[in-house]
C-alpha cells in the first residue's frame, strides 16, 4: 500500500512552453500533497505544501506564479512549470500524506528544457 | 529549528563489509526518524523508521537502526553490504504532528567488488 506515481518520469521541453507533472496516490486518500526539487547531488529541497481544494503554501523564495500547484482531489495534484527555462531542469519529487508524521515519496520526474 | 546532520558525504566500502552511515539531529523533543534510499534517477524509498518503542529498528534489504536519545542520533547500519547497495541514503526527521521533513544532506554509498 501507499503507493504515490508521477507522470511523466521525464520529459523534454523547449524554452518558453509550459509543463505539468501530475503525482498520484494510487491507493490511499491523501490530505496532503507536497512538491520537492532536487538538484544533482544535493539533497530534497521543499517547493510547497498543498491540501486539497486549498491554495498551495509554498516555501520563501519559491515562485508562485512560475510553478503552479492545483490539488483538485484528494488523489491528485499537479505541478505546471510555466515559461520553462533552462534553469528549471531539475528533477522534480512529490510526496503524499494521509496523516501527520509521514509521506511517501512519489518516483520522481527529470525535466530538461532546452 | 530542526536540524539533520549526516557527516559524511561519501562512504566506501568493499562488497561483503559491514556498514554505518551516520545521522544526528537537533530538536527539542524526540521527532520522527527516517532512513530513505535513493537510486540514480530514481524516488526515494523507505528503508526504515522510527516513530516510539524498541529503539533498534529493522528495515527492508536487511538494513536496520538504532536510535540514541543521548547521543540524538540514529545511524543506519548493514551487516554485510552488496553491490546493489550504491546508492544515496537520506536520513529524515520529522516533529510530532508535522507534514514536512527536514532532510539530511546524503550520503553517497559506493561499493567495491
Known amino acids: 500500500g501507499a503507493v504515490v506515481s508521477q507522470h511523466p518520469s521525464w520529459v523534454i521541453c523547449k524554452s518558453g512552453t509550459s509543463v505539468k507533472i501530475e503525482c498520484r496516490s494510487l491507493?490511499?486518500?491523501?490530505?496532503?500533497m507536497f512538491w520537492y526539487r532536487q538538484f544533482p547531488k544535493q539533497s530534497l529541497m521543499l517547493m510547497a505544501t498543498?491540501?486539497?481544494?486549498?491554495?498551495?503554501?509554498?516555501e520563501q523564495g519559491v515562485e508562485k506564479d512560475k510553478f503552479l500547484i492545483n490539488h483538485a482531489s484528494l488523489t491528485l495534484s499537479t505541478l505546471t512549470v510555466t515559461s520553462a527555462h533552462p534553469e528549471d531542469s531539475s528533477f522534480y519529487i512529490c510526496?503524499?500524506?494521509?496523516?501527520?508524521?509521514?509521506?511517501?515519496f512519489g518516483p520522481g520526474t527529470r525535466l530538461t528544457v532546452l | 529549528a530542526q536540524s539533520v546532520t549526516q557527516p559524511d558525504i561519501h562512504i566506501t566500502v568493499s562488497e561483503g563489509a559491514s556498514l554505518e552511515l551516520r545521522c544526528n539531529y537537533s530538536?527539542?523533543?524526540?521527532?520522527?526518524l527516517f532512513w530513505y534510499v535513493q537510486s540514480p534517477g530514481q524516488g526515494l524509498q523507505l528503508l526504515l523508521k522510527?516513530?516510539?518503542?524498541?529503539?533498534l529498528v529493522q528495515g527492508i534489504k536487511g538494513f536496520e537502526a538504532e536510535f540514541k536519545r543521548s547521543q540524538s542520533s540514529f545511524n543506519l547500519r548493514k551487516p554485510s553490504v552488496h553491490w546493489s547497495d550504491a546508492a544515496e541514503y537520506f536520513c529524515?526527521?520529522?516533529?510530532?504532528?508535522?507534514?514536512?521533513?527536514?532532510f539530511g544532506r546524503g550520503t553517497s554509498l559506493i561499493v567495491h567488488p
Open positions: 498543498s491540501n486539497e481544494g486549498s491554495k498551495a503554501t509554498y
Open positions: 522510527y516513530f516510539s518503542g524498541d529503539t
Open positions: 510526496s503524499a500524506a494521509q496523516e501527520a508524521n509521514e509521506q511517501f
Open positions: 491507493d490511499f486518500q491523501a490530505t496532503t
Open positions: 530538536y527539542g523533543a524526540t521527532p520522527y
Open positions: 529524515a526527521v520529522v516533529p510530532g504532528g508535522s507534514y514536512i521533513p527536514t
